[in-house]
């Protein structure tokens, strides 16, 4: 088994092609679920990469 790629709130953003804060209201939302967030009141998201790509590919699908 294999460990998944775990990227931050600014790659998935790039990966999105969107801007951080479109990232932000999604997990806020509850339509992106983050694998965690860093301690801090600013923490960044940690996201599976494989979640992130599957996402991306329902957008571009849709547009």
């Known amino acids: 088994m294999s460990t998944p790629e775990l990227i931050g709130?600014?790659?998935a953003?790039?990966?999105l092609?969107?801007?951080i804060r479109q990232t932000i209201r999604?997990?806020?939302a509850g339509t992106?679920?983050?694998v965690a967030k860093m301690?801090?009141?600013r923490g960044a998201y940690v996201f599976n990469a494989e979640?992130?790509?599957r996402l991306a590919d329902?957008?571009?699908?849709?547009a």
């Open 9 to 11: 709130t600014r790659e």
């Open 13 to 15: 953003s790039e990966r």
């Open 17 to 19: 092609g969107e801007s």
């Open 32 to 34: 992106l679920e983050p």
């Open 58 to 62: 329902d957008l571009a699908a849709t």
């Open 26 to 28: 999604r997990v806020e």
């Open 39 to 41: 301690p801090g009141l």
């Open 51 to 53: 979640d992130i790509a």
